[in-house]
């Protein structure tokens, strides 16, 4: 499939002031996630998506291709469609969006997540067998993958819920933390974003369970763990900076 990849990146962050343009490895965050996802080489074109002059031309002066979007997008899905919806951009079979605090993706969930549309799902995600020591934590989003690999429900909470001690054992095989990266048919995208917002999802604070709610499938591609969390707080940077002296770029 002609792969086109998305960035999106708004400067307007609250949790982290100024999100995109903070250092990590001394480049700005914005940058850092740039560079990874050229040199995984799993798309044809690559653009950051932003409503920012600053985050454009640090963009630019890294070599990249940066485009101008609205300031009123409510979330990065919407802001990937719209440039998707450009008639200079409009003709790839696949789209793939890696989320601009994700410096950390790995290529074996953007590979999975294309792999799904490849498939013939209308939307890819990728998840990590995780074990039940994310269950109690909120951050983690955990999803529920059918046996065909459709996604059946994603959350915040404990899912699955274990009842029964005895199916410990049966739990550590079923908890799938998800990984913030999609892949859409063009097709798809601009029908996830022409949906009104879902009580779920508002519910949950997770846009992914509009389209699930309005019957779309979305294959999940399962990889080996662990999930590098993203950027959203101060302490998350600072995390991520002392991890990225021993980050290896070329792991898979």
Request: aromatic fraction near 4%; charge should be negative.
């Amino acid at each position: 499939m002609k792969t086109l990849a998305v960035i999106p990146a708004r400067l307007g962050a609250t949790r982290l002031p100024r999100k995109p343009l903070r250092l990590l490895g001394g480049e700005p965050l914005i940058v850092r996630v740039l560079q990874r996802v050229q040199m995984l080489a799993l798309a044809d074109r690559i653009v950051v998506a932003t409503d920012s002059d600053e985050i454009a031309t640090e963009v630019r002066d890294a070599g990249g291709e940066a485009v101008m979007t609205s300031t009123d997008h409510p979330s990065g899905t919407d802001r990937v469609a719209e440039v998707v919806a450009r008639s200079e951009l409009d003709h790839f079979d696949a789209v793939v969006n890696v989320q601009g605090d994700e410096p950390f993706v790995s290529a074996a969930a953007v590979r999975g997540a294309l792999h799904q549309v490849e498939a013939g799902f209308a939307l890819g995600t990728a998840a990590a067998r995780a074990g039940d020591a994310i269950l109690s934590n909120p951050d983690a989003v955990k999803v529920i993958a059918a046996d065909d690999g459709a996604a059946m429900y994603f959350s915040r909470a404990a899912i699955p819920y274990l009842r029964d001690a005895a199916d410990a054992n049966t739990l550590q095989a079923r908890v799938l933390h998800h990984v913030g990266v999609y892949a859409y048919t063009p097709e798809a995208l601009r029908r996830w974003v022409d949906l009104p917002p879902h009580p779920l999802e508002r519910i949950e604070r997770l846009e992914q369970l509009r389209p699930l709610a309005a019957g779309m499938r979305m294959g999940v591609a399962v990889i080996d763990g662990p999930v590098h969390a993203g950027i959203d707080t101060e302490r998350d940077l600072e995390r991520a900076n002392r991890e990225w002296a021993n980050f290896l770029p070329s792991e898979s």
